[in-house]
């Protein structure tokens, strides 16, 4: 699938993953949205491409947020899965810088396949170098992507390129396209040391 121009003015306030998933995404599509946040994406790919989109959102402010812009949203954990929804009742299901504070990793991935035809996640990308710089210097790093200190941090299962690229083929999906990114620039060049974040599309083999 080829990637989808975005319209300039429409993405200037949103963060450059959701740029990328939303030129992957096509017009007309279903998509749901895990982890919505504020439900910006849900809003621009309905007013822009005409798709039709559910989110899921836990935090009680940003479920009022997407009330008030008219995105439809349920108020649920995702620890709790995905059975609300029926077998590929959606094209695409994001899961965007969720993926790494989610407990049951695998399981989420799977029932992301189930609900949809394509997945798309990103998450922070552990492997960039100055981690480990941080990790020899006796710390655990701190930086924009991963602002947390150690005993505070959401993010329970770091991952570095590679090992996401092994966990997906362990649970039988095939990835299509990968983007990475540092301060909103993406990286093309050694993006497993250079990139902060990731983003993947993916389908079932």
């Known amino acids: 699938m080829s990637p989808v121009s975005v319209k300039p ?10 740029v990328r998933i939303a030129s992957w995404i096509q017009p007309g599509s279903r998509v ?8 910006a994406l849900l809003a621009y790919l309905r007013d822009e491409r005409g798709v039709r989109g559910a989110g899921v959102e836990i ?25 609300l929804f029926d077998d590929k009742q959606f094209d695409t299901v994001v899961l965007s810088q969720t993926l790494q504070s989610m407990h049951r990793t695998e399981h989420i991935l799977r029932e992301m396949m189930r609900v949809a035809r394509d997945g ?4 922070p990308n552990f492997g960039y170098w100055p981690h480990g710089w941080s990790i020899l210097r006796g710390r655990m790093p701190v930086t924009g992507q991963m602002p947390y200190q ?3 941090t959401p993010n329970i299962h770091l991952c570095t390129l590679k090992d996401f690229e092994s966990l997906a083929a362990d649970v039988g999906l095939r990835i ?14 050694l993006p497993g040391w250079r990139s902060t974040l990731a983003v993947y599309r993916f389908t079932s083999d």
Do not use: K
């Open 32 to 39: 749901l949205d895990l982890g919505c946040g504020d439900g």
């Open 150 to 152: 150690w005993y505070n």
């Open 9 to 18: 003015g429409r993405v200037q306030n949103m963060r450059p993953d959701l």
């Open 176 to 189: 299509v396209e990968r983007a990475t990114f540092h301060e909103g620039r993406e990286i093309r060049v």
């Open 59 to 83: 935090d009680d402010g940003h479920v009022i947020t997407c009330v008030q812009r008219g995105v439809e949203v349920i108020q649920q954990n995702l620890e709790d899965g995905l059975a």
């Open 120 to 123: 798309i996640v990103s998450f």
